[in-house]
T-cell receptor, first 115, second 111 residues
Framework: DSGVTQTPKHLITATGQRVTLRCSPR?????VYWYQQSLDQGLQFLIQ???????AKGNILERFSAQQFPDLHSELNLSSLELGDSALYFC??????????????FGPGTRLTVL | GQQVMQIPQYQHVQEGEDFTTYCNSS?????IQWYKQRPGGHPVFLIQ?????EVKKQKRLTFQFGEAKKNSSLHITATQTTDVGTYFC???????????FGTGTQLKVEL
């Protein structure tokens, strides 16, 4: 158990819909990362938040957005869903030591299926 | 943008054989991390390498960071069925916050 929690575990929805994925980081970690893992694309970094502020951005579509709340949990919002958005979405958290982000601890993931 | 490639993409070995996965970055890295993802699981951190030419060992696993800090390798001696999974390297450039994950090497170990 990494200490990172994600809900829901599975999500099945239809094209055009909007969903929200939720993540709670490990106790004490201020940084949250979101990744998308598809069968043919490996782990794609989407976005990072640190203490409520966006810190780094990866290949995140405009239809996707995220935020980190004062209690440090994070939500990833996916809208106008397409079949190609079906994937495993991971959240990870890390701490900061000597100005460098440490190793990342991954949650169990949310499997999104868009029909 | 930065790209991190891993070879091979897949590797099947007999239990007891050795295994090596190689990681190559298009840019110089400040550090590199390795993760293991078991089938149906999530990536789990294994190790971080920071210094040029650094070598670290964890039991049967040996990790190496290249002199130019653009490549890395993971070698497993005498594989066991518990080694099954996908191994990812992940590189960080400069003072950046973003980790770029490699394409992964899926290891299968047969009895």
């Amino acid at each position: 158990d990494s200490g990172v929690t994600q809900t829901p575990k599975h999500l099945i929805t239809a094209t055009g819909q909007r969903v929200t994925l939720r993540c709670s980081p490990r106790s004490g970690d201020l940084s949250v990362y979101w990744y998308q893992q598809s069968l043919d694309q490996g782990l794609q970094f989407l976005i990072q938040y640190y203490n409520g502020e966006e810190r780094a951005k990866g290949n995140i579509l405009e239809r996707f957005s995220a935020q980190q709340f004062p209690d440090l949990h994070s939500e990833l919002n996916l809208s106008s869903l397409e079949l190609g958005d079906s994937a495993l979405y991971f959240c990870a958290s890390s701490g900061l030591r000597d100005g460098t982000f440490n190793e990342q601890f991954f949650g169990p993931g949310t499997r999104l299926t868009v029909l | 943008g930065q790209q991190v490639m891993q070879i091979p993409q897949y590797q099947h070995v007999q239990e007891g054989e050795d295994f090596t996965t190689y990681c190559n970055s298009s840019t110089t890295l400040s550090n590199i991390q390795w993760y293991k993802q078991r089938p149906g699981g999530h990536p789990v951190f294994l190790i971080q390498l920071v210094k040029s030419g650094e070598v670290k060992k964890q039991k049967r696993l040996t990790f190496q960071f290249g002199e130019a800090k653009k490549n890395s390798s993971l070698h497993i001696t005498a594989t066991q069925t518990t080694d099954v999974g996908t191994y990812f390297c992940a590189g960080r450039t400069g003072g950046g916050n973003k980790l770029t994950f490699g394409t992964g090497t899926q290891l299968k170990v047969e009895l």
